[in-house]
C-alpha cells in the first residue's frame, strides 16, 4: 500500500551544521515520489540558504510565521493538514525542548502542534549535548507522544568530538522511513476502538458493571496507531493510560459510548468493538443512595442498544471487527454472531475459569465470512499486533 511515493512530506529544517545533508535528504525524498515543502527556522537559515531548498524542490520555502504573503498562498494550518508526515531533519537540542515543551514561537514549532499527522526527528547534536539530561528527558518526553526518533548515528562530529550526536545520513533516513510507511497499511486511516466496561448506575455509589480490564482494546488502539492510523478509542472506566498518539474520549455508561461512537462514526474507515458493553441498564438509577429497609429489591433492567451492530447496519459503513466473549461452542455461537451483526471479521476468545478477562495474556479465534485463523496464547499486546496484520489483509481485500 503507502510507500514514501504521493506522500506529503513537510520537512523541518533546524539550526545545525547537518542542515547541508538535508537539501540531499529533499532530493531523495523527491526523487522517491514524494512532494515536500520545506520549513526552515532562522537558525536554519545560518548555514543554508532557503532559495537553495527552493531550487531542489521546486517550492517556495517557509521561514516566518508572519508572512502575508505566504499566508495569503497556504497558511499555516494549511501547510499542517497537508503534510501527511512531518520529518525534522536535523532536530537540534533547542527545537526538541520547544517540542517537549510545546512552545509556538516561530513557524516551525506552529506547524508541529497543528500537525495531526505522525512526526519523525533526527536529532543532530554535540555528543555531550545529546547525552546530557535534559535532552534525554526532552527525548522521552516526545518518544511518549509518540514522535519517531531516527539516530542519532555515533562517529566523528564536525566539531572534532567522537560519540553519538550525528544526523543520520539521508539515504539511512529515507531508508527508514521507506520501511516504515511499508509496514503502515492504515497510513491516514481512521480508526475507532471502543475499549473497557460500562458501569451502568443503580444509584449515585452503585452500578451493575463486568470485570473488563480495557487490556485488549488499548493493546489494539496501540497497535492501529503504530501501524498509520489515526486513533479514536472510546473508553468505558479503566485504569490505564492512553497508548501514545491516541485521542481518547472517557465515557461510563453503554448509552455515552453509544453517542460517543455515533458522534464520530461518519468520518471513521475501520471500527473495532472491543468494549464490553454492559447489555442492561437499570431502567431507572435511583438519585439518592438507596437504603436497605427492604429484605428484597427487584431492579428492572432495560436493554442498552448493540453499538457494533447498529454500526455493522449502517450504510456505507465502516469496515466492523467485532468481539466474542464465550464460555462454550466457541466457533458455533462466533459464527452465528457474525452473521447476525453482519460483521466483516469478529475476534472470538474463551472466557470463564482463568482466561480472558483481567489477563495479560489471551488467545483468540478470528473469522470471517470465507475463513479463519486462530492466533495463540501471547501475549495481548503481540495478540493485538496479530490480529490488526491480519484484519489489515482482509480489509485490503474488502476495498
Ligand atoms: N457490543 C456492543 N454493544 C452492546 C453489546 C455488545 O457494541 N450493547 C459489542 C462488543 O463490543 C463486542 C460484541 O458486541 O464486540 C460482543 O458481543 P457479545 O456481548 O459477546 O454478544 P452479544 O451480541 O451481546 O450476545 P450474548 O451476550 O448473547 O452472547
Not at 468520518?267 to 454492559?278: K, L, R
Amino acid at each position: 500500500m503507502a510507500g514514501v511515493a504521493k506522500q506529503n512530506i513537510l520537512l523541518g529544517v533546524t539550526g545545525g551544521i547537518s542542515a547541508y545533508k538535508s537539501v540531499e535528504l529533499a532530493r531523495l525524498l523527491l526523487k522517491a515520489g514524494a512532494s515536500v515543502r520545506v520549513v526552515m527556522t532562522e537558525a536554519a537559515g545560518r548555514f543554508v540558504s532557503p532559495l537553495t531548498f527552493q531550487a531542489v524542490t521546486g517550492n517556495p520555502v517557509r521561514t516566518a510565521l508572519f508572512d502575508e504573503k505566504h499566508e495569503a498562498a497556504m497558511g499555516h494550518i494549511e501547510l499542517a493538514r497537508w503534510a501527511d508526515r512531518m520529518l525534522i531533519a536535523p532536530a537540534s537540542a533547542d527545537f526538541m525542548a520547544r517540542m517537549a515543551q510545546g512552545v509556538a514561537n516561530d513557524l516551525l514549532s506552529t506547524v508541529y502542534l497543528a500537525c495531526p499527522s505522525p512526526v519523525a526527528i533526527a536529532p543532530a547534536m554535540n555528543t555531550n549535548m545529546w547525552q546530557h539530561p535534559a535532552v534525554q528527558h526532552n527525548l522521552s518526553v516526545l518518544e511518549g507522544r509518540g514522535v519517531r526518533v531516527l539516530g542519532p548515528a555515533s562517529g566523528e562530529q564536525a566539531c572534532g568530538d567522537k560519540g553519538f550526536g550525528r544526523m543520520l545520513e539521508p539515504m539511512e533516513i529515507l531508508a527508514t522511513l521507506k520501511k516504515e510507511l511499508q509496514s503502515m497499511p492504515f497510513a491516514s486511516k481512521k480508526v475507532l476502538v471502543t475499549a473497557g466496561p460500562t458501569h451502568e448506575a443503580i444509584d449515585p455509589v452503585r452500578f451493575i458493571g463486568n470485570r473488563s480490564s480495557g487490556k485488549m482494546g488499548y493493546a489494539l488502539a496501540r497497535a492501529f496507531q503504530e501501524k498509520g492510523a489515526d486513533v479514536l478509542l472510546v473508553s468505558g472506566p479503566v485504569s490505564l493510560a492512553s497508548p501514545p498518539g491516541v485521542e481518547r474520549i472517557e465515557v461510563q455508561t453503554a448509552l455515552q459510548m453509544y453517542e460517543a461512537v455515533f458522534e464520530n462514526i461518519h468520518a471513521v474507515d475501520i471500527f473495532a468493538g472491543c468494549a464490553a458493553v454492559a447489555d442492561y441498564r437499570p431502567e431507572h438509577a435511583s438519585e439518592q443512595k438507596i437504603k436497605k429497609s427492604a429484605d428484597k429489591m427487584d431492579i428492572t433492567l432495560v436493554r442498552n442498544p448493540d453499538i457494533l451492530a447498529e454500526v455493522a447496519a449502517l450504510e456505507d459503513g465502516p469496515f466492523t471487527l467485532g468481539f466474542a466473549a464465550e464460555t462454550e461452542k466457541l466457533i458455533e455461537n462466533a459464527r452465528a454472531k457474525l452473521q447476525a451483526k453482519q460483521l466483516d471479521m469478529l475476534a472470538a476468545n474463551r472466557v470463564g475459569e482463568g482466561m480472558g478477562f483481567e489477563r495479560d495474556e489471551n488467545s483468540l479465534r478470528v473469522i470471517w465470512s470465507a475463513g479463519e485463523e486462530q492466533l495463540p496464547v501471547q501475549d495481548k499486546q503481540l495478540l493485538a499486533e496479530a490480529l490488526v496484520d491480519l484484519l489489515a489483509n482482509r480489509y485490503q481485500a474488502n476495498e
